[in-house]
């Protein structure tokens, strides 16, 4: 590959078009792995230059200018305006721009050093996302690409959207690895059967008592070359005792598809989380095609591969990454994503402290959803009326953010109940626009599903549905997450205080109706009626509906 230099200069280009299957940081930019429709695959670099800003005194930050400008040429500076989310206005800051994306972070740190008391933002995000919001593609999307014959992108056009309901995959190759026996045994725990390697419904089972079984996996390898490789304890188990084979045997094993890079491989690592200790098992990244392990990987067990591809092209994060991070992770850098096309900045950690509240009204907002107790005994003809996604839907109705509540530009807004917090009214929160869409979207799905009859489609659409159902899950308890940077304690207490009462509003039109309320909890309830048929059920749920706002 040529450098950044030389990709600028002008060639002959071919227009490439296809799906986007891996992308990961270079020194010379982006690197962007292709496949085409006839699986063809192509190794591009796109020119990128990621960028953090640093906030201080005008004094600060114009020696902070000079010294960079005279220690590289590797990076760029200028004065610009960016705004606070907190604030809501405009601060000068110092854009910095690194020509080479690997150097990001180690740049980052130097600015650390060299004047601890500058503010630094959008300046530990990663890069893969920060591509994607700056070029408007996302992994997995249908793209087209001109090229010189070098394959220094010139160009990029996303032929696709994050929001499409029906679209096209890329043509993966897919190679399974799992070993012999029961699959939810870990085999760290006495478990290790032969291994077995599974590509286009030919299974091929790898005994010791031969070859080295390294042999045997590189040869399967190279002949197949898979774009996907699908494991059961890949990740804790099988690639890394390939990997210590090959080196003992001093044996080759090219797992990456990218030979310029080696393979990644993070450790294991026990951690405690509200008071609990939890286990985070290592992690095995190629690069040039993609390792997912289903054992390590939450949205993969879950939702299968149908779920994770959506949730990789809505984050807009690494497919590798997606599979194995929490969802809550990925709602976070949806949330990012829009405050980035606002031109917000969005700080390093969480600086925002919990508003100061008297103990009654601590006691009167520290409180979840509403519950009440079951009439017992046996009930027939009993409706449950719910409300879908109640929470993520109040947030976007409501406009419930961390920004919007308690705004200092409408103290005279109308109170939230029982609490007198205040939203404000000239601005649409980040959470509200970043849940509305994904919200519609997982309507639609469920349209869909009403009139799909096709197995196959109904199994994708609800695996979809699945692991937007996450997102959304997550999306409520990041807003109260201690270290959640978009997050706010009254923003999550606001959204608990409307679904009490919205709860309420809906027993009462129940009762009103002549219906009686058997059981409620949080955001659904178990009504009865004599005599009462499913259409008046129908009508009393869209009664509901017009009283509160919420479908």
Request: proline share 5%.
């Amino acid at each position: 590959m040529q450098s950044n230099s030389k990709c600028g200069q002008k060639r002959q280009t071919m227009r490439l078009q296809g799906w986007i299957l891996d992308l990961y940081p270079s020194p010379q930019g982006m690197t962007l792995w292709l496949i085409e429709a006839n699986q063809k695959r192509h190794r591009l670099i796109d020119a990128f230059s990621p960028a953090f800003y640093v906030y201080g005194s005008p004094a600060r930050l114009r020696r902070l200018q000079e010294a960079l400008t005279a220690r590289s040429r590797s990076v760029t500076c200028r004065l610009t305006e960016r705004t606070d989310l907190w604030q809501h206005k405009a601060l000068l800051v110092l854009e910095v721009s690194v020509r080479h994306p690997t150097e990001f972070n180690s740049w980052v740190r130097w600015v650390h050093r060299f004047d601890s008391s500058l503010r630094l933002y959008n300046s530990d995000l990663m890069l893969v996302p920060l591509y994607c919001w700056e070029r408007r593609v996302f992994p997995l999307a249908q793209i087209e690409v001109e090229a010189d014959q070098n394959g220094c992108v010139q160009a990029v056009e996303c032929q696709d959207s994050e929001w499409a309901l029906d679209y096209k995959l890329p043509p993966l190759k897919v190679m399974h690895l799992r070993l012999e026996g029961l699959s939810d045994i870990n085999p760290r725990h006495g478990r290790c059967g032969a291994l077995e390697v599974e590509v286009d419904g030919d299974c091929c089972v790898i005994e010791e008592s031969g070859e080295p079984a390294v042999v045997t996996f590189h040869h399967l390898l190279r002949r197949h070359d898979p774009d996907l490789i699908l494991s059961e304890w890949g990740d804790s188990t099988i690639l890394p005792l390939l990997r210590q084979q090959a080196r003992r045997l001093s044996l080759p094993l090219e797992l990456n598809r990218d030979t310029h890079l080696p393979v990644q491989q993070s450790r294991s690592r026990s951690f405690m989380s509200y008071g609990r200790i939890l286990f985070k098992a290592s992690a095995t990244t190629l690069y040039g095609r993609l390792h997912v392990d289903v054992s390590n990987s939450f949205i993969a067990d879950h939702c299968e591969q149908d779920g994770l591809w959506e949730l990789a092209r809505l984050t807009k994060l690494p497919v590798q990454y997606a599979a194995r991070t929490t969802t809550g992770t990925g709602i976070s850098y949806m949330q990012m994503e829009v405050a980035y096309r606002d031109g917000v900045l969005i700080p390093e950690q969480k600086s925002e402290p919990e508003d100061f509240k008297h103990p009654d009204r601590l006691l009167l907002a520290d409180r979840g959803g509403l519950v009440f107790t079951p009439i017992l005994g046996f009930h027939e003809n009993v409706a449950e009326l719910d409300f879908p996604s109640q929470f993520p839907s109040i947030m976007a109705h409501f406009n419930i953010s961390p920004e919007t509540v308690n705004c200092r530009c409408c103290p005279e807004s109308p109170p939230i109940p029982e609490l007198g917090y205040r939203i404000c009214q000239k601005r649409q929160g980040i959470v509200g626009r970043t849940v509305a869409p994904l919200i519609e979207k997982r309507q639609r799905y469920k349209e869909l599903l009403r009139t799909v009859s096709a197995s196959t489609l109904r199994k994708t659409y609800k695996r979809r549905r699945e692991a937007e159902k996450w997102l959304l899950v997550c999306c409520f308890g990041y807003l109260g997450y201690k270290n959640a940077r978009l997050g706010k304690i009254e923003a999550h207490e606001s959204i608990n205080a409307i679904g009490r009462e919205q709860l309420l509003v809906a027993k009462e039109t129940a009762e009103e109706q002549g219906f009686r309320v058997l059981h409620a909890i949080v955001d659904s309830m178990y009504v009865q009626a004599k005599g009462a048929t499913r259409a008046d059920y129908e009508r009393l749920a869209l009664d509901i509906t017009q009283h509160t706002g919420l479908p």
